[in-house]
């Protein structure tokens, strides 16, 4: 396969950004789409020029790390598939692809498609935790747990916070991400000690980072590669308007 990419550059957060255009050949249809930016940052440095920065670490899908714009999609064109595990057969001979980095004021661009995602971190650290002892996994076998409420958790515990939600909402909300680790412990007993500071701290949190209000459009779940979906803002709101009014 011969393809052209249009890659958004930008030297740091305050050098002005632009999209270049690099032809890429013989590309095997197997190779990832990670590996085929591999092979164009080979020939980049053997040209002498910066190769393009982009984020990646365990390329099975499981990290979140490797999050970019395709095609004006977070993680590319095929629902439920994170760029790590996008192949190149998902394109055709001659395609023309634009790739940019996640667009929102609360990840700014630290270089090329690579974003600071740390505002995630620190919503995390306001809430995203327990504290009472949960002991090895016998003894959490050991407590009756609702099947449909463990299934629920585990749905919202798949989340791996990329940020494809933010991504693709017009107002970069972070509504779903923050939902689904409300959700996983929420719906489980070791998560109810600190069930009420956890949704305030959280949200809280996610407002002073900047991020934008839910409208209810539905991109963060069409978008989201772990089908995390909307019952976990809605769930979040319930439990914000329940620790407001207790």
Known sequence: MNISLKVWRQRNKSADGEFKTYKVEEVSPDMSFLEMLDMLNELLVKRGEDPIAFDHDCREGICGTCSMVINGRPHGPIKG??????????????????????????????????VDRSSFERIMIAGGY????????????????????????????????????????????????????????????????????RVLNMVAAMDAEGFGNCSNTGACEATCPKGINLTHIARLNRQYTTALLS
């Open 81 to 114: 598939v994170t760029t790590c595990q996008l192949h190149m057969r998902s394109f055709s001979n001659g395609d023309t692809i634009v790739v940019e980095p996640f667009r929102a004021r609360s990840f700014p661009i630290v270089k090329d498609l690579v």
């Open 130 to 197: 327990v504290s009472v002892r949960t002991g090895n996994a016998p003894d959490a076998n050991a407590i009756p747990i609702n099947k449909h409420d463990a299934d629920e958790a585990f749905n919202a515990a798949a989340c791996i916070g990329c940020g494809a939600c933010v991504a693709s909402c017009k107002n970069s909300s972070a509504m779903l991400f923050v939902g689904a680790k409300i959700s996983q412990y929420a719906l489980l007993p070791q998560g109810q000690v600190e069930a009420k500071e």
